[in-house]
């Protein structure tokens, strides 16, 4: 009786963790030393938020689409060695502000140790996960 109890604990314990963990977890195909990036680009989501205009990663310009339903203009993945990169975004704001376009730029690191980056540009905001 003590065993089975000692078992269900342990099934009900163990069931208890989750993995979020939703990358790669080995080295892509091919050459081994580029790291996988994702970049996701949304329009802001609030009323008469900003919008993106354009975007540079390392240089490259990315292709934006029109806005969707949920302000998503783009998903761009790209693969890069480690080091240190650009990325730069301008948006435009509500036409009754000034000024009506901003510039923003982020210096991304990328570690030799990293399998897989996302960058999330939302409106005048970015995230690297």
């Given at each position: 009786?003590?065993?089975?109890?000692r078992?269900?604990?342990?099934?009900?314990?163990?069931?208890?963790?989750?993995?979020?963990?939703?990358?790669?977890t080995?080295k892509?195909q091919?050459?081994?030393?580029?790291?996988?990036?994702?970049?996701?680009?949304?329009?802001?989501?609030?009323?008469g938020?900003?919008?993106?205009?354009?975007?540079?990663?390392a240089?490259?310009?990315?292709?934006?689409?029109?806005?969707?339903?949920f302000?998503s203009?783009?998903?761009?993945?790209?693969?890069?060695?480690p080091?240190?990169?650009s990325?730069?975004?301008?948006v435009?704001?509500?036409?009754?502000?000034?000024p009506?376009?901003?510039?923003?730029?982020?210096?991304?690191v990328?570690?030799p140790r990293d399998l897989?980056?996302?960058?999330?540009i939302?409106?005048?905001?970015?995230?690297i996960d």
């Amino acid at each position: 009786m003590n065993a089975l109890l000692r078992i269900a604990l342990l099934l009900l314990t163990s069931t208890c963790w989750a993995q979020t963990y939703l990358g790669p977890t080995h080295k892509l195909q091919g050459n081994p030393q580029l790291v996988l990036i994702e970049i996701l680009i949304r329009d802001s989501a609030e009323l008469g938020g900003e919008q993106v205009e354009s975007v540079t990663f390392a240089g490259e310009k990315i292709p934006l689409r029109p806005r969707d339903v949920f302000g998503s203009r783009g998903i761009v993945s790209l693969q890069k060695p480690p080091g240190t990169y650009s990325l730069k975004w301008v948006v435009q704001r509500d036409r009754f502000l000034w000024p009506r376009t901003l510039p923003y730029a982020e210096e991304i690191v990328i570690s030799p140790r990293d399998l897989w980056v996302q960058i999330s540009i939302n409106g005048d905001q970015a995230s690297i996960d």
